[in-house]
């Protein structure tokens, strides 16, 4: 159980936008992204902490459903190429480069359009580590994952709505101090020249004290 209650904001930017939220999204609910066997729960654990080794973590994206039409495998490849670099741009800026304790935004939603860039700017204290704390010097990542739902009419991408797991370990001059889980979707919408950006999100997080096994 978490310390803390989960905190939780929705946004999807435009009618347009919002109108494509809703074709992506209606089966996501049908059809979660299944967990990978290898991350555990995160642990209410509090024995002695483990020692925190910066360690890269890719960030794992994979197509979970196709929506409207098939794409060829070059074509999802592309989507998950496209979208993996948007979404990993954002876990990057938003929570894992540059130094803490955060203020601000920091650059975080150069991703985003620019409505979901002017809400996600209110929203920092939850959609960027600028909320983890003040006693926070830093973040170790754990797990990046994406499950994309991709519309695909006419065999063209596009929108794309993003399952995403963040998992991060917050470092305090103590030690370990939380275990912290960002999950929710992100509302991807196709540009000019076949790139994506973030117009919406539906982002929840949640905290739990990190304890032995708070890096696996």
């Known amino acids: 159980m978490s310390l803390f209650p989960t905190l939780s904001r929705r946004v999807a930017a435009g009618l347009t936008a919002a109108l494509l939220a809703g074709a992506v999204t ?26 925190l080794e910066a360690k890269p973590v890719p960030l794992d994206v994979r197509t979970a459903r196709v929506l409207g039409s098939k794409l060829s495998k070059r ?6 190429r496209r979208a993996g670099r948007v979404i990993g741009e954002y876990f990057d800026r938003a ?18 359009s620019k409505g979901a860039a002017a809400q996600a700017r209110r929203d920092a204290a939850l959609v960027t580590g ?10 170790t990542p754990v797990a990046k994952q994406a499950r994309l739902y ?8 596009a929108g794309v709505t993003a399952r995403i797991r963040l998992v991060l370990v917050t470092q305090t001059e103590d030690g370990p ?7 929710g979707r992100l509302m991807l919408g196709r540009k000019a020249g076949g790139t994506f950006e973030i117009f919406g999100y539906d982002v929840a ?8 096994g708070a890096t696996r």
């Open 177 to 183: 101090g939380q275990r912290v889980t960002v999950t």
């Open 75 to 80: 074509a999802q490849e592309t989507v998950e």
């Open 95 to 112: 929570f894992l480069e540059g130094s803490y304790p955060r203020e601000g935004s920091t650059g975080a939603f150069a991703s985003f």
């Open 150 to 157: 991709v519309l695909a009419p006419n065999k063209l991408a």
């Open 205 to 212: 997080r949640s905290s739990v004290p990190a304890g032995k």
């Open 26 to 51: 209606g089966c996501t609910e049908e059809a979660a992204p299944p967990e990978p066997a290898a991350t555990p729960p995160p642990s209410a654990s509090t024995g002695t902490a483990a020692t």
């Open 130 to 139: 600028a909320g983890l704390g003040k006693d926070v010097t830093g973040v």
